[in-house]
């Protein structure tokens, strides 16, 4: 009945707009990135083609594949955090949207399945727009040229990025729970944009390293994973973990109107 | 009697804050019967039936089901079909896709899936997007969802909300048909007493949380005919009189070819 539950959540998925809007979305940002490169690999033409402000400071910036991934890499953690919060937002907050959760809550299915079986369509989605991701970054790159291609820093890259991916999505239970609590898409979504802001602020407190959010942005700001104390994954594991159960116990015990 | 209960409640109560939204309703529908639950608007209906249906939790009382307590084990429900509220479905599947989600999650046979469209009259319509259906196909869709899996139970809140009244006569037969050729048990409520006059083996009538009085339909027939021949004069009865042979009409003119007539 699990691959059922999961089948189903696809099939739903498959049929959205949402689907299209997030690939489409994440697959311009590498473009984004290219066109900063190429301004800063080349400034003087950019401002001939008024692409620079008169006060635009490119001083210590490079346009190299180690800056370039350095760059994708921030994309994943920081974007994922939106983009993920988005995907499971919409996956709870449809439910809700469409009056389909209380038909969907008195199946004969444990009511936990529901939750696993959506955040494990939301992991899928993920992993397929991080790998288009990094495909069409790297086709991007090789089409720039930059210089400092190596085998080494298409590895480092592509590892960091699946990190930062994998612990942004550790926060998307949290998104759920959210999801499930407020009965919306907005509330949850507005939680998530709080959190990530909130996150910039802990940075300057100093108590980044115990802040989930913050924890995933200072992994996708090329801070070497060594740097964190094994407590800052910790926080992940529970933020992932508190999520889970938390969503899973309010579908069960908690009113669904 | 307890013993062949399908659905049997002691004590079931709900409270939201300061509003009692249910308050100690005692329920027993019977294996094979048609339970009719007759309350106006806001007086607690679909707030028993989520609470049957373990969508939200009593704040006193226990609700069995088959016999079984609900809560915790959820295979229970494969044997029930159930329709809350308003008519619902994912606006972006058609209603195959619709139906065929509900066929998978319930274990339901592929064949169940055709027999439910045909059964609900929604073939015309299999491919079309539930968002893009009239208000009494997604009624009929909702249907459907609840028959899919053969239930012995059919637990429908407002069945007849948007049909017309082709619609809801077809709906009524289907209903007859299941529980007197299959056995179902169905519970179905409503705030017109004819809908439920015309199909309920007993009536059960809820008003503001509380069942107030509950006896077979032909003894609460009765009290209604006193208490209509007491209260109302002859004209206001005419009037009532004509407005239900009209209905008939209506329904022969826009039915099946073979009960059209003659004007």
């Not at chain 1, 979504?189 to 802040?211: C, Q, R, S, V």
């Amino acid at each position: 009945m699990t691959g059922q539950v999961v089948l189903t959540e696809f099939i739903k998925l498959k049929h959205s707009a949402v689907t299209w809007v997030t690939l489409g979305a994440f697959l311009l940002a590498p473009w984004g990135v290219a066109l900063f490169m190429w301004i800063v690999r080349d400034p003087h033409r950019a401002a001939d083609l008024g692409l620079l402000g008169t006060k635009a400071n490119l001083a210590g910036l490079e346009a190299t594949w180690p800056a370039f991934g350095g760059y994708l890499v921030m994309i994943v953690g920081a974007g994922g955090l939106v983009l993920l919060a988005f995907i499971v937002a919409f996956l709870f907050g449809r439910e809700y949207a469409d009056g389909t959760a209380k038909n969907l809550l008195a199946l004969p299915v444990g009511r936990t399945w529901f939750a696993v079986g959506k955040l494990v369509i939301a992991a899928g989605w993920w992993t397929v727009l991080v790998i288009a991701f990094l495909i069409e970054s790297f086709c991007i790159g090789l089409g720039l040229a930059l210089p400092g291609f190596s085998a080494v820093v298409v590895t480092s890259t592509v590892a960091d990025a699946l990190g930062c991916a994998g612990a942004a999505f550790l926060l998307a239970p949290v998104v759920a729970l959210a999801t499930v609590w407020s009965r919306s898409y907005l509330a949850a979504l507005g939680i998530a944009l709080g959190a990530l802001a909130m996150a910039n602020l802990f940075a300057h407190t100093g108590w980044a390293t115990w802040f989930p959010w913050s924890v995933v942005l200072i992994l996708s700001q090329g801070v070497g994973q060594a740097d964190l104390p094994w407590t800052s994954y910790l926080v992940l594991v529970l933020a992932f973990a508190a999520g889970l159960v938390g969503t899973g116990l309010l579908l069960r015990f908690g009113d669904n109107p | 009697m307890a013993g062949d209960a399908v659905i049997a409640t002691v004590g079931l109560t709900k409270r939201y804050g300061a509003i009692q939204a249910v308050d100690d309703i005692a329920l027993q529908v019977r294996r094979g019967e048609i339970y009719g639950f007759l309350g106006r608007n806001g007086a607690g209906k679909t707030t028993t039936i989520r609470m049957l249906l373990g969508l939200i939790r009593p704040t006193a009382g226990t609700v069995r089901i088959f016999g079984h307590p609900i809560g915790g084990d959820q295979r229970w429900l494969r044997r029930v079909g159930f329709l809350v509220e308003t008519a619902t479905a994912y606006p972006n599947l058609t209603v195959a896709e619709n139906l065929d989600l509900q066929r998978r999650l319930t274990g339901a046979t592929r064949a169940s899936l055709t027999d439910a469209i045909e059964r609900l009259g929604l073939a015309p319509y299999a491919d079309r997007r539930a968002g893009r259906l009239s208000l009494g196909n997604q009624q009929r869709l909702s249907l459907a969802r609840a028959l899919l899996h053969s239930p012995e139970l059919l637990i429908l809140d407002e069945p007849a909300n948007g049909l017309d009244p082709a619609g809801i006569v077809e709906v009524r037969e289907l209903l007859r048909t299941l529980a007197g050729d299959r056995g179902v048990t169905v519970l179905m409520s409503s705030h017109i007493l004819a809908e439920v006059a015309h199909l309920a083996d007993r009536i059960g009538i809820i008003d503001a949380g509380r069942l107030v009085e509950e006896a077979p339909r032909d003894v609460l027939a009765a009290r209604a005919r006193d208490y209509v021949r007491d209260t109302f004069t002859d004209a206001e009865r005419q009037e009532a009189l004509l407005t239900a042979d009209l209905e008939r009409y209506f329904l022969a003119q826009t039915g099946p070819e073979r009960t059209r007539t003659t004007p």
